[in-house]
């Protein structure tokens, strides 16, 4: 099946510093989404990404839809305690895969006061 | 407008015993989903439905069974539990957009 690989898998960063992710995948998506978990809940969603090459920011969040639709990239600048959770990419490959989402590994993100 | 959310939250369970997972959301979406998470592999999908009174399986079906009686539940049954059973399981729902909404989560133990 299809496989999302997203790094860092953690990343410990200082409260005011600027933060990037990635996914990468084997095969092409129509659709990437970036979430995020707090602990001990669900994932929410963070922002929505349908047409390559897109750029969509969400506040302090902007995302974008790579150009070969194989990839993907989350940045989050100026960091605050709260932005501590993890993050994961998904990808939809469209067609009838009846909204399947596959899920990158996630990156866990720790932010020092 | 409660959203997704799942019943139990936490549930031990030994070796062989049995057990629902249920879903519920209020959103009238059509398609529902149930996922794994276990550390260090994001989420997998275990079973999906487009539609009540249909299911479909996902990328790890194997060990459990679901059921979409009514469009606003789907459930999610362990006939006879094993410890690689051991995760957090998260349902999830989307009316039309590949956006999807997840419940809180049922964190199950297997001994």
């Known amino acids: 099946g299809q496989q999302l690989n997203q790094s860092p898998q953690s990343m410990f960063i200082q409260e005011g510093e600027d933060v990037s992710m990635n996914c990468t995948s084997s095969s092409i998506f129509n659709t990437w989404l970036w979430y995020k978990q707090d602990p001990g809940e669900g994932p929410v969603l963070l922002i929505a990404?349908?047409?390559?090459?897109e750029l969509t920011s969400n506040g302090r969040l902007t995302a974008q839809f790579g150009i070969t639709r194989k990839d993907s990239f989350l940045n989050i600048s100026a960091s605050i305690p709260s932005d501590v959770g993890i993050y994961f990419c998904?990808?939809?490959?469209?067609?009838?895969?009846?909204?399947?989402?596959?899920f990158g590994q996630g990156t866990i993100l720790t932010v020092h006061p | 407008n409660a959203g997704v959310t799942q019943t139990p939250k936490f549930r031990v369970l030994k070796t062989g015993q049995s057990m629902t997972l249920l879903c519920a959301q209020d959103?009238?979406?059509?398609?529902m989903y149930w996922y794994r998470q276990d550390p260090g592999m994001g989420l997998r999908l275990i079973h999906y439905?487009?539609?009540?009174?249909?299911?479909a399986k996902g990328e790890v079906p194997d060990g459990y069974n679901v059921s979409r009686l009514k469009k606003q539940n789907f459930l999610l049954g362990l006939e006879s539990a094993a410890p690689s059973q051991t995760s957090v399981y998260f349902c999830?729902?989307?009316?039309?957009?590949?956006?999807?909404?997840f419940g809180p989560g049922t964190r199950l133990l297997v001994l």
């Open positions: 999830a729902s989307r009316l039309t957009q590949e956006t999807q909404y």
């Open positions: 439905s487009v539609g009540e009174g249909t299911t």
């Open positions: 998904a990808g939809h490959a469209g067609g009838t895969s009846y909204g399947k989402l596959t």
């Open positions: 959103m009238n979406h059509e398609y």
């Open positions: 990404l349908y047409k390559a090459g």
